[in-house]
């Protein structure tokens, strides 16, 4: 019998050599042989599932963008939550441990080349309307919850990267801090 | 007596031409030669003001992050303002006009590479101390007004990157809109 290979767990290893290669040191850094040399495949192993470092790119982007919208649906929805216990949950949207900085840093890398490459900024459209409409389907049924689901995602993306860049900069207080200026205002009039 | 060359208005035009360079096609598109060109000299001249690509990139990033600061400063003390007129106001740090938007672009192509280039990241850090202390003093004298600041600073980031990814997106009344649902949290208690 011949031996299976998983196809799928395989490629997803390879989008995920290639996004812990771009964390470290770049989208330049992320070529197919650099992959296969970090996943101790073949060069010719790699093309076999991407035929491209195009589709790789977009295979390792599109499964962070997955991973940060999934911490998003981890918790309760946000409009059951207090303002203190949403500040705790939008916290860890954030960079807040090693794998989460690693794709927040990902994040930022192909948010920067999503400027000069339009099928990048399309993959990034697409996955901030679904992140952006389950928030605001999660904040309440009023008019003003795309406002605020918009509001948190951006606020959320601005703080990542000065968490990324000023590392020491950023204890979990001062986030906390930052968060319950707006949580408050994620409630139901009658809630507040 | 010879032509007197203003040195300063030619370092900074080279520089400028270097920021318009990357927020076209990125930061690997602004090598000397390549700022050269685009400001009709010869590389010697630009080897003259900067001895390497990375001073050359150094005071594009520099120029930018002034012109973004100084918009912040343009308006009246933010606190001052109604919740209405700040929304109005902080809609003008955003990509609002063609040298915004280009300044911007070279903001996020600048703040991924700092990932990777901590002489970057420092000089990333040191203009949102300023920045962030300014808004915050302008804000109010209550401790609060940090947090208040790190927020703004952080949405108006977040906003950005949107606005820039998904240019057909994002009309003034969706900025209006989000700005609306954080404004009237910057005031004092008793002028709410």
Request: with cysteine; net charge negative.
């Amino acid at each position: 019998m011949p031996r299976i290979v998983d196809h799928e767990e395989r490629r997803s290893r390879l989008a995920d050599a290639a996004a812990t290669l771009i964390a470290d040191a770049g989208l330049d850094a992320a070529g197919l042989r650099q992959v296969a040399r970090a996943g101790a495949v073949t060069t010719g192993a790699v093309t076999h599932y991407f035929d491209s470092k195009e589709a790789l790119l977009d295979a390792a982007y599109a499964a962070v963008m997955e991973r940060l919208a999934a911490q998003q649906q981890a918790g309760p929805p946000v409009g059951e939550l207090t303002a203190e216990a949403l500040a705790g949950h939008v916290a860890t949207f954030l960079p807040h441990d090693a794998d989460s900085l690693r794709d927040w840093r990902v994040w930022l890398a192909f948010s920067a080349r999503a400027l000069v490459d339009p099928r990048l900024a399309a993959q990034h459209r697409a996955a901030y309307a679904r992140i952006t409409a389950q928030l605001a389907g999660e904040i309440s049924d009023r008019p003003e919850a795309r406002a605020l689901a918009d509001m948190l995602v951006a606020l959320v993306d601005g703080l990542a990267i000065r968490m990324m860049l000023e590392p020491g900069d950023w204890p979990a207080a001062r986030v906390h801090a930052v968060l319950m200026t707006v949580t408050p205002t994620c409630f139901r009039e009658e809630e507040r």
